[in-house]
C-alpha cells in the first residue's frame, strides 16, 4: 500500500516503512553490495506456480552514472521463469530513473509512475 512514484532524492535515500512496504535507497543498496565481492539476484514468481532463477553477479554502479544496474550470467533453477530483466527486452546497464532524473528517451518513469531501470 506504498505510493511509488516517488522523485529521484527519495528513491537514493530510501521511503516507507522498514516493518512494511519499504524501498532500501539505492545508495543504501549500493553500499551492501560494495562490501562483498560478489552478489546473486535471485527472483522467485509465485503466482500459478513456483520459478524461480538468479544472476550470478548482480551490481548497481556508481551515484556519478546514476546507479546502473549488471547482472552477470542468467541461470534457472525450477521451471521456466524467463530471463525478463535482459532477456528480449534488457534492462543490463540502465541507469536508474525517477520522477525529476527520468534518463529514458521515453519518459518512462511518469508513464510507469515509479522508479526503476528502464
Known sequence: DINFNRNIT???DGFGDVYGDHWLGLRKIKEILGNHA???????LMNNDYCENY???????SAA???????????LVSNKCGDSLT????????????RGK???????????????WY
Not at 38 to 44: A, E, G, N, W
Not at 55 to 61: C, L, P, Q, T, V
Not at 65 to 72: D, S, V
Request: hydrophobic content about 35%.
Open 10 to 12: 527519495e528513491y537514493v
Open 38 to 44: 560478489r552478489h546473486k539476484l535471485s527472483v522467485i
Open 55 to 61: 544472476y550470478d553477479d548482480f551490481s548497481i554502479g
Open 65 to 75: 552514472n546514476w546507479y546502473p544496474i549488471n547482472f552477470g550470467q542468467y541461470m
Open 87 to 98: 532477456g528480449s527486452v534488457s534492462i543490463e546497464g540502465s541507469s536508474f530513473s525517477a
Open 102 to 116: 527520468d534518463l529514458t528517451a521515453h519518459q518512462c518513469s511518469t508513464v510507469h509512475q515509479g522508479g526503476w
